[in-house]
């Protein structure tokens, strides 16, 4: 049975597209650049791709990130500027046996090089509210925590999961700070023997976890979807608030090897889309009870229409 998952409302248009091309036979690797493509060419969603929020320097720096279940090939690049489709350049590292983890002038390198396309990803808009925070920050300037990454998981009829990231990371960042999204483990995790997931949130914490890396082992171990996220947000969350008194946002996606997916966060504000083959593509709320359960619910189109901006 195929899946798609994929975090944030912002994901709907693509997971939409996505699921077409998983009824016509399309690969786990392609259904991702689909959906993760989608978000980054939409200047909407102001923390991934063209018209995400930039650096504390007025720089947009990328992340991105692809691992092939079958292989377990892996591609990142990370703090990477001027270059449109993030996502596609850490696909294409993938196939680089050695060299395959780049960031920032080296990554950038690298993507034209290849072919890829150089492009000023800072939109007016990003360039504007960028603006508008220095003029109400006092110094020093501290990160905006409201951040997005769309983390994918896909699971093709023959198989094979792949999954991948791409976000523009903390608004207002230090310039080449990186976050969970291309660590792999960390933001993304997959193996087509097992399951594969993904991470969003505050990544300075989810690393502290090795949190996509821990769903998946939780998932070789015989637990669902939903139990293995629910376990390793729950745990990592209260690892943190023991250790650290605070624990930053902790959202997670995951799929099986037979279809079936699970969801999980420690915040109020998590969703995801999910579409299946006799299942339409659907954005759901993550919703979290006091012990650390989190249930699915529909989202309406009220608030579909509502949460546009990511």
Known sequence: MGTIISTWRMSLEGVEKGKKEMLAGKSAGELLETVICEVENNPTFISVGYGGLP?????????????????LDIGCAAAMKNIANP????????QEKVNCVLVGEGAEQFALKAGF?????????AKQRY??????????????????TIGCVALDHQGKIAAGTSTSGL???????VGDSPLVGSGFYADSQI???CATGLGEDLMKGCISYEIVRLMKEGMHPQAACEKAV???????IQRRKEAGDLSVIAVNKYGEYGAATNIEAF?????????EACVYRVMRDADGHCTHVKASQEWIDSHLVE
């Open 131 to 148: 603006l508008e925070k220095i003029q109400e920050e006092v110094q020093p300037l501290k990160p905006y925590i409201g951040h997005d």
């Open 117 to 125: 396309e150089k492009k000023d990803m800072l939109t007016e808009n």
């Open 87 to 94: 996502f596609l350049v850490a696909k294409r590292l993938s």
């Open 234 to 240: 729950n745990d990592l969350n209260a690892s943190l």
């Open 271 to 279: 969703s995801f889309v999910a579409a299946q083959d006799e299942q």
């Open 195 to 197: 399951g594969g997931a």
């Open 171 to 177: 608004f207002m960042k230090k310039k080449g700070r």
């Open 55 to 71: 650096n504390e320097e007025m720089e947009v720096e990328l992340d991105a990130a692809y691992m092939d279940g079958d292989t």
